[in-house]
């Protein structure tokens, strides 16, 4: 079967793609490399078929699509310093890529479209472990935070509503929290490393103040790349059409129990300094995963043998660039 990943070489995008490969997929990428890089994919390169393309263009977009029978959108601008930051884009990658890439399946008759979206859709959520049906919402459109959120629900909308009604399969999966070795800079993982790396001045001194943003009782609950990919892969194969499910692990984690483990891998005292969360910042998260687990959905990496791999790649990153 030929599919269509866009936002192909961007973190999440370039595992599903080697996931695909390995399955036995023929896989085409649809990624303008804004945010991703092709580096992500050269394990995989002379197996997949790239195309340099913004789903915000229409006709790359239906190029892209041609010949396809599935469709895995990801494709979109992440990163809370880009929420704050660049919201126009993100709503303009968000709502034009959505429509952009349901047309397009249509047009080209693709009989499964699939669309990552996000736990950012609750903002605070009611309860704990959060399952599917829990309200979404925008608590406040005045704050740029809420672009990624806002695109994300718009594109649900036009997935369920606009792309279902005309002919087309779709499944959605909500990421939460997926971490993993090269996934960017703009999340607490790579941010908590890089300061720890930068106050120990590379590990020199071992015993460092870390301010935070918060006071460390906030919870996320982490979920390693290679767990994520197979969970999606379950979501685009099994999934029923219409549905959506959560992706990630029922194990929540405070963040000052995060830094406790950052500290325990690096060999790092580490006292933390508390300090004000942003506007729109979420207290907890964890979702409730039953329903992608009775598709056969079950994590199998523990957050401590995750961050191992993850803590690794980006200390040789950093201290390879303050040397």
């Known amino acids: 079967m030929k ?5 192909g070489s961007g973190f999440i995008g370039a595992a599903l793609c ?3 490969v390995a399955t036995g997929y023929d896989v085409r990428v649809l990624d303008d490399n ?12 002379d197996r997949i078929e790239f195309v340099e393309g913004n789903v915000c263009d229409a006709q790359a977009v239906h190029i892209a699509t041609e010949g396809c029978q599935m469709v895995w959108h990801l494709a979109y601008i992440n990163g809370t310093r880009f929420f704050y930051e660049r919201p126009d884009e993100v709503l303009e990658v968000g709502i034009k890529g959505a429509i952009n890439t349901i047309e397009a399946a249509i047009a080209a008759k693709v009989n499964r479209y699939i669309l990552a979206s996000t736990s950012e859709v609750y903002n605070t959520p009611s309860e704990i472990p959060t399952s599917e049906s829990e309200r979404i919402m925008i608590p406040d ?3 740029p935070r809420f ?3 806002g695109g994300k629900i718009a594109s649900e909308l036009l997935t369920l509503h606009y792309g279902g009604k005309r002919g087309l399969e779709t499944v959605i999966f909500r990421p939460h929290n997926i971490y993993g070795a090269n996934m960017g800079f703009e999340h607490v ?11 120990s001045d590379n590990f020199t001194k071992k015993s460092i103040d870390l301010p935070i943003q918060g006071n460390g009782e906030e919870t996320r609950a982490f979920c390693y790349i290679d767990d994520a990919v197979r969970g999606i892969l379950l979501c685009g194969e099994k999934g029923n059409s219409g549905e959506i499910y959560h992706l990630g692990t029922q194990k929540e984690t405070s963040i ?11 060999g790092i005292n580490i006292n933390i300094i508390p300090g004000t969360l942003r506007p729109g910042g979420t207290i907890r998260r964890c ?4 329903k992608l687990s009775q598709l056969g959905y079950q994590p199998q990496i523990d957050l401590k043998e995750g961050l191992t791999h993850t803590v690794s790649w980006y200390v040789d990153h950093f201290t390879k660039n303050t040397n």
């Open 141 to 143: 459109v005045t704050n």
């Open 287 to 290: 979702p409730n995963i039953s």
């Open 147 to 149: 672009s990624y959120g």
């Open 3 to 7: 599919v269509l990943v866009t936002g």
């Open 189 to 199: 993982i790579p941010e908590l490393v890089a300061k720890i790396v930068k106050l």
């Open 256 to 266: 000052r129990e995060l830094i406790e483990q950052l500290a325990n891998i690096l």
């Open 18 to 20: 080697r996931k695909l």
């Open 34 to 45: 804004s945010r991703g890089t092709l580096t992500r994919l050269t394990d995989i390169q």
